[in-house]
Nanobody, 122 residues
Framework: QVQLVESGGGLVQAGGSLRLSCAAS????????MGWFRQAPGKEREFVAA????????RYADSVKGRFTISRDNAKNTVYLRMNSLKPEDTAVYYC???????????????WGQGTQVTVSS
């Protein structure tokens, strides 16, 4: 089992920045690819970003490319999502997830955090 706890969400004005953190415990963190997803009210959970075990390869949704950065610190068992130039349409609950491969498919991830709310005001 892997336990994931997100933090860092909040209310920010459009154009602002936030950094989300996801702390992992349980099994060896570096054995897992990590992903970030988000879910807005009334919408499906969607892929945001993902990182391989080492962090050497990352993937992004087109909607966040150039604005968001995923990174990880395996020594701290933590994955981050730096979000810049935030837009109102980025408002959602953000979830981190752990899986065996880097993928944009949420069904390929085995473990999920409880989520953290990000609200971007216009």
């Amino acid at each position: 089992q892997v336990q994931l706890v997100e933090s860092g969400g909040g209310l920010v004005q459009a154009g602002g920045s936030l950094r989300l953190s996801c702390a992992a415990s349980g099994r060896t963190f570096s054995n897992y690819a990590m992903g970030w997803f988000r879910q807005a009210p009334g919408k499906e959970r969607e892929f945001v970003a993902a990182s391989t075990r080492s962090g050497g390869i990352v993937r992004y949704a087109d909607s966040v490319k150039g604005r968001f950065t995923i990174s990880r610190d395996n020594a701290k068992n933590t994955v981050y999502l730096r979000m810049n130039s935030l837009k109102p349409e980025d408002t959602a609950v953000y979830y981190c997830a752990a899986g065996s491969v880097v993928t944009s498919d949420r069904y390929d991830y085995d473990y999920w955090g409880q989520g953290t709310q990000v609200t971007v005001s216009s």
